[in-house]
């Protein structure tokens, strides 16, 4: 499940419509309560986007972003990860961070904390910053250019695998009640990075964790993110506009994984999907219209300005697409006004997309759009119900079984970490650039332990 630790959970949806509003993300007892719900309906995980600054590029402003609670306020999801995993025993827990927030070693002993709390069910999203009210809130001017955005990503996960990988070996920690020795000092190391943009001299002082990673997933579509992932990622979550540019986006990555020395099945794609499903089509498009009466051009122009770096707050919303001149058009919305099948399009219905259900129906209605897309290749759906969290609910009685029924989701869950659960193994494999880190199996040290000396 999609959602953000933030009024609204779905970015740019209303915080206001029925199904939203039932869900207080400020309160640990409502977060609870979902992440129960999440685990008896046999989700694998719950998935926060997260941000670090305020959509100001509309109007050149933040006011609509605050008026509308547009993603702000929003919460650091992090820190309910370990409060929810009490009350569950599967459900995965991947949070968004960026690499700006926070310097590699506080985060990888944050994310090592958690894991272990957690008993290794935790997943990392990493991300790197368009913001520019996020750069500046942690001291920089400027936004970095797209590329340093990647280069500095990939010198702070090279990093993170030192610290995690590299510190301690296996076997590191002794836990010797008669001797008193918990941990054997020659099995635990230093990692000593000096980098361009980080250093840090190691060892992490938390001891190795069940995953000792967490699992990695990436959500970067553009040609550097792509080949980042390819490097870096276990899980990808895109959103493709169709099944057919999914199957293309998965033919691309899986060949980049190839070039990079790593298998095309060590990583896993997830593709956006928002339903809205009741007992009949017909009660199922009365909850759409209910969402739909509470939506605001505003507030998506708001999410759109800031994701696509264009103001749109000049833009007439009834203006043809094609009549509208501009250098400024990239990225996501070059890609919404080229799938477009005419120039007759506006911009109202261009922004109006992200707010439009894939599928509005019945459960075989659902799960017949879902299958359309898990034959396009993508491993797996990470599920947005843009009018609320609410909406779980009549998803969970209906859809849930339908989708079981015909094998795409669980009926139980498998053993072990999240990576376990996914993967096989709680570790990330040879294949993967964190494991050249690795260091052999710790042995007994000889070296009295009166004559240790600090280093």
């Not at 790197?128 to 500046?136: H, L, N």
């Not at 993508?378 to 843009?386: C, P």
Request: proline fraction near 5%.
């Amino acid at each position: 499940m999609f959602t953000t630790n933030a009024p609204a959970g779905f970015p740019g949806s209303p915080w206001n419509q029925p199904l939203a509003a039932s869900h207080d993300y400020r309160s640990l007892k409502s977060w609870m309560k979902l992440a129960r719900e999440l685990e008896a309906a046999k989700f694998d995980a719950i998935f926060w986007a997260d941000h670090s600054g305020v959509y100001d590029t509309y109007a050149g402003s933040r006011d609509a972003a605050v008026q509308r609670a547009v993603q702000f306020p929003i919460n650091d999801p992090s820190s309910l990860v370990s409060a929810l995993s009490t009350v569950t025993e599967h459900l995965g827990f991947a949070f968004s961070a960026n690499v700006i927030q926070e310097h590699p070693f506080s985060f990888a002993r944050r994310a090592a904390t958690l894991d272990h709390l957690t008993e290794g069910r935790v997943a990392w999203n990493i991300v790197t910053s368009f913001q520019r009210s996020a750069w500046r809130n942690v001291g920089y001017e400027e936004v970095a250019s797209h590329a340093e955005r990647y280069a500095r990503a990939e010198e702070y996960v090279d990093v993170f695998y030192k610290l995690l990988e590299g510190s301690w070996e296996d076997g590191a920690v002794t836990r010797d009640l008669e001797t008193g020795v918990y941990a054997d000092p020659s099995a635990v190391h230093s990692v000593d990075h000096v980098g361009e943009f980080y250093r840090s001299a190691g060892p992490l002082p938390v001891e190795p964790s069940p995953q000792r990673l967490p699992v990695l997933f990436q959500a970067g579509s553009s040609n550097d993110g792509r080949s980042f992932a390819a490097r870096n990622a276990e899980a990808i979550f895109i959103s493709a506009k169709s099944p057919r540019g999914a199957a293309t986006f998965v033919e691309d990555i899986r060949a980049r994984m190839t070039e990079t020395g790593r298998d095309p099945d060590d990583i896993l794609v997830f593709q956006a999907i928002s339903c809205i499903v009741g007992a009949t089509e017909e009660g199922a498009q009365q909850k759409a219209e209910v969402m739909r009466s509470f939506l605001s051009d505003e507030a998506s122009l708001v999410f759109q300005s800031s994701a696509m770096g264009i103001d749109l707050s000049g833009v007439d919303l009834d203006t043809p697409l094609g009549d509208l001149e501009t250098d400024a058009m990239q990225g996501g919305l070059r890609a919404l006004i080229e799938a477009a099948p005419n120039k007759e399009w506006t911009f109202r219905e261009v922004v109006s997309k992200p707010m439009t259900p894939h599928v509005v129906g019945t459960a075989e209605q659902v799960a017949d759009c879902i299958e359309e897309w898990a034959a396009s290749g993508i491993d797996g759906i990470n599920i947005s119900f843009i009018n609320g969290p609410g909406e779980l609910a009549d998803f969970a009685r209906y859809a849930v079984p339908e989708l079981q029924r015909r094998g795409l989701m669980q009926t139980e869950y498998a053993p072990g970490t999240l990576r376990d659960k996914w993967f096989g193994s709680p570790r990330v494999n040879d294949r993967h650039p964190a494991a050249k880190y690795r260091r052999g199996t710790a042995v007994e040290s000889e070296t009295p332990i009166g004559s240790l000396t600090a280093s």
